[in-house]
Nanobody, 128 residues
Framework: QVHLVEFGGGLVQTGGSLRLFCAAS????????MAWFRQAPGKEREWVAA????????KYTESVKGRFTISRGGAKNTVYLQMNSLKPEDTGEYYC?????????????????????WGQGTQVTVSS
């Protein structure tokens, strides 16, 4: 069983920054491909970014390119989402997801149904 814990959310003004953390446990450190999703009130869950188990191939949804950076920690069981130049439309509950062992193809990382494990979420609110 894999357990994911997210933290780092909060309230920030437009243009501000936040860094989200997700720590995974339960499997060997390199055995996770990970992603961030978000869900705004009244909207469907949306994929934000993904990174492979080696941490070398990040991918982003178009709306966050150039503003968000997904990366892995030194032990590779931690994934970060550095969010800069935040906008009100970035508001939502942010969820970490893990594909463990990593099997999702690079063309399918944006589909939540392929992920095996999910965290409980952390709220990000960007005020205008």
């Amino acid at each position: 069983q894999v357990h994911l814990v997210e933290f780092g959310g909060g309230l920030v003004q437009t243009g501000g920054s936040l860094r989200l953390f997700c720590a995974a446990s339960g499997r060997p450190f390199n055995d996770y491909a990970m992603a961030w999703f978000r869900q705004a009130p009244g909207k469907e869950r949306e994929w934000v970014a993904a990174i492979d188990d080696e941490g070398t191939r990040p991918k982003y949804t178009e709306s966050v390119k150039g503003r968000f950076t997904i990366s892995r920690g030194g032990a590779k069981n931690t994934v970060y989402l550095q969010m800069n130049s935040l906008k009100p439309e970035d508001t939502g509950e942010y969820y970490c997801a893990a594909d463990s062992p990593p099997t999702i193809s690079n063309t399918c990382v944006m589909f939540g149904r392929y992920y095996d494990y999910w965290g409980q979420g952390t709220q990000v609110t960007v005020s205008s």
